[in-house]
């Protein structure tokens, strides 16, 4: 199993007598950006949260980063990073205080914080911004900071959950410029989006409908399977057939 960043088999995760992740099985190799797609209410968040090592699986195997996704949990959070729209840094914090404060909780060593935080606040011209609050930054400049602050320790994998939502078109190109650097460093990247444009820079795409993964491939052959000519189309047959929502 070790050769994937992640792979799971039968990957079921059941509420009650809701299903809400029904007996999927995928795989992401190292250093791939793969995109997990799928509806309101298509279970994607729910599959994400158990390979991020925040919700145990009702039945089904897999590993994230070589770790069992059932009872090693802890080490699993060690070795990826994570990034959302909805909550990533601390508004009421400066910008420095934020990258240390999760350099701290992602374990960089204690030597190493200072010069690295030096280090990527130039990288990201925010040398002028050290001591600005974060909830005063533009969108866009907080989601950069962001992403750099959940791949800061370095982690084999990185999780996106619609990273660029509610930022402009230049901003979120911007955004995937950052995620192919990350990917040509050797992190995994595995993001969920609602911006099907998106979904064509990801090497593979997963799509899911009702708990179920019902496609999965590259862009360029989803498209060719579908006989459209974009992934907004492939989402949209796909999509219809849900009979669920959140």
Same mark, same amino acid.
């Given at each position: 199993?070790?050769?994937?960043?992640?792979?799971?088999? #039968?990957?079921?995760?059941?509420?009650?007598?809701?299903?809400?992740?029904?007996?999927?099985?995928?795989?992401?190799?190292?250093?791939?950006?793969f995109g997990f797609l799928g509806a309101n209410g298509a279970g994607k968040t729910t599959a994400m949260r158990i390979l991020c090592g925040?919700?145990?699986?009702?039945?089904?195997?897999?590993?994230?980063? /070589?770790?069992?996704?059932?009872?090693?949990?802890?080490?699993? =959070? =060690?070795?990826?990073?994570?990034?959302?729209? =909805?909550?990533?840094?601390? #508004?009421?914090?400066?910008?420095?205080?934020?990258?240390?404060?999760?350099?701290?909780?992602? /374990?960089? &060593?204690?030597?190493?914080?200072?010069?690295?935080?030096?280090?990527?606040? =130039?990288?990201?011209?925010?040398? /002028?911004?050290?001591?600005?609050?974060?909830?005063?930054?533009?969108? /866009?400049? %907080?989601?950069?900071?962001?992403?750099?602050?959940?791949?800061?320790?370095?982690?084999?994998?990185?999780?996106?959950?619609? &990273?660029?939502?509610?930022?402009?078109?230049?901003?979120?190109?911007?955004?995937?410029?950052?995620?192919?650097?990350?990917? #040509?460093?050797?992190?995994?990247?595995?993001?969920?989006?609602?911006?099907?444009?998106?979904?064509?820079?990801?090497?593979?795409?997963?799509?899911?409908?009702?708990g179920r993964i019902e496609a999965l491939d590259t862009p360029s052959n989803l498209k060719k399977t579908f006989g459209v000519n974009s992934?907004?189309?492939?989402?949209?047959?796909?999509?219809? %057939?849900?009979?669920?929502?959140?």
């Amino acid at each position: 199993m070790n050769s994937y960043a992640i792979e799971v088999n #039968d990957l079921t995760k059941k509420f009650g007598n809701f299903t809400a992740v029904d007996h999927i099985s995928f795989h992401v190799q190292k250093g791939e950006i793969f995109g997990f797609l799928g509806a309101n209410g298509a279970g994607k968040t729910t599959a994400m949260r158990i390979l991020c090592g925040l919700s145990i699986p009702t039945s089904g195997t897999g590993e994230v980063a /070589g770790f069992n996704i059932s009872n090693q949990s802890e080490n699993i =959070k =060690k070795s990826i990073g994570y990034m959302s729209q =909805k909550f990533s840094l601390y #508004d009421d914090l400066k910008v420095w205080e934020n990258i240390r404060l999760f350099a701290g909780i992602y /374990g960089v &060593p204690a030597k190493e914080i200072e010069p690295r935080t030096e280090e990527l606040l =130039k990288t990201l011209d925010f040398t /002028g911004e050290r001591n600005s609050l974060v909830g005063k930054l533009p969108l /866009g400049w %907080k989601q950069k900071l962001a992403f750099s602050v959940a791949i800061f320790h370095h982690p084999q994998i990185v999780f996106l959950d619609e &990273p660029t939502g509610g930022v402009d078109p230049e901003t979120r190109r911007q955004f995937w410029e950052m995620i192919y650097e990350a990917a #040509d460093s050797g992190i995994t990247v595995f993001v969920t989006t609602h911006y099907m444009d998106e979904a064509e820079y990801c090497d593979r795409v997963s799509i899911m409908v009702d708990g179920r993964i019902e496609a999965l491939d590259t862009p360029s052959n989803l498209k060719k399977t579908f006989g459209v000519n974009s992934m907004e189309e492939v989402f949209y047959l796909l999509a219809r %057939k849900a009979t669920r929502n959140e």
